[in-house]
């Protein structure tokens, strides 16, 4: 696609259920990332897909928190046992290797609220 | 943290004026970027400055870095009221070279 693509653009759910959030990333970009924005806050660094390579997970704040990249494209954030502290907006983004210059493209974010 | 601070976190001036944000941050760095961000949803890449430049210029954007002081400026002049959004720098870690690090943001407001 052109852009980065996350889905679903907003999620409402109730706390303990578990949540799953989609980013397509531009093609042919090899790395991506999470992110995580609480209201009026920075971006929290969450977990680093580069390739073929290990996922740098140390962001992921708890074992609620997973995340894969299926075929080295689509990237799935799943959020189990959701709690009220995990509303926020998460933020995908792909580049290409940071050590090419690459600069981060980001998708629009799924805002998450737990009630 | 290896997160940057950028500073002021809010900032109000009149159309017209200039507007400068700074950021300071923790790590030996690659590049750094400026990114701009609307109502809290994606970030738009506004700007790299590699490690070993210390001006860019971008339109109305001027940046500068100091890595000897780990700090980077944005300069905005001749604001606008579309200039009204959150800016946060970002830096790339030149040791992991892994993840960009993001600074806290300051959050912008141009009055018409």
């Known amino acids: 696609g052109a852009g980065v693509s996350q889905s679903p653009s907003n999620k409402v759910t109730e706390k303990g259920k578990d949540v799953e959030l989609r980013c397509d990333p531009i093609?042919?970009?090899?790395?991506l990332y999470w992110y995580r924005q609480s209201l009026g806050q920075g971006l929290e660094f969450l977990i680093y897909?580069?390739?073929?390579?290990?996922?740098?997970k140390s962001g992921l704040p708890s074992d609620r928190f997973s995340a894969e990249r299926t075929g080295g494209s689509v990237s799935t954030l799943t959020i189990q046992r959701t709690q009220q502290e995990d509303s926020a907006v998460y933020l995908c983004?792909?580049?290409?290797?940071?050590?090419?210059?690459?600069?981060?493209?980001f998708g629009q974010g799924t805002r998450l609220t737990v009630v | 943290s290896q997160q940057g601070e950028e500073d002021p976190q809010a900032l109000s001036i009149q159309e017209g004026e200039n507007a400068t944000m700074n950021c300071s941050y923790k790590?030996?760095?690659?590049?750094l970027q400026w990114y701009r961000q609307n109502s809290g949803r994606g970030l738009v890449h506004l700007i790299l400055?590699?490690?070993?430049?210390r001006e860019k210029h971008s339109g109305r954007l001027r940046v500068t870095l100091d890595t000897s002081k780990k700090s980077s400026s944005l300069l905005i002049t001749a604001s606008r009221a579309a200039d009204t959004a959150s800016y946060f720098c970002?830096?790339?870690?030149?040791?992991?070279?892994?993840?960009?690090?993001f600074g806290t943001g300051t959050s912008l407001t141009v009055i018409p």
């Open positions: 970002a830096t790339a870690d030149s040791n992991t070279g892994n993840q960009f690090y």
């Open positions: 897909f580069q390739g073929n390579s290990a996922p740098d």
């Open positions: 983004a792909s580049s290409l290797p940071l050590r090419d210059r690459g600069r981060a493209f």
């Open positions: 400055i590699r490690s070993n430049e």
């Open positions: 790590t030996s760095i690659n590049n």
């Open positions: 093609s042919g970009h090899t790395a």
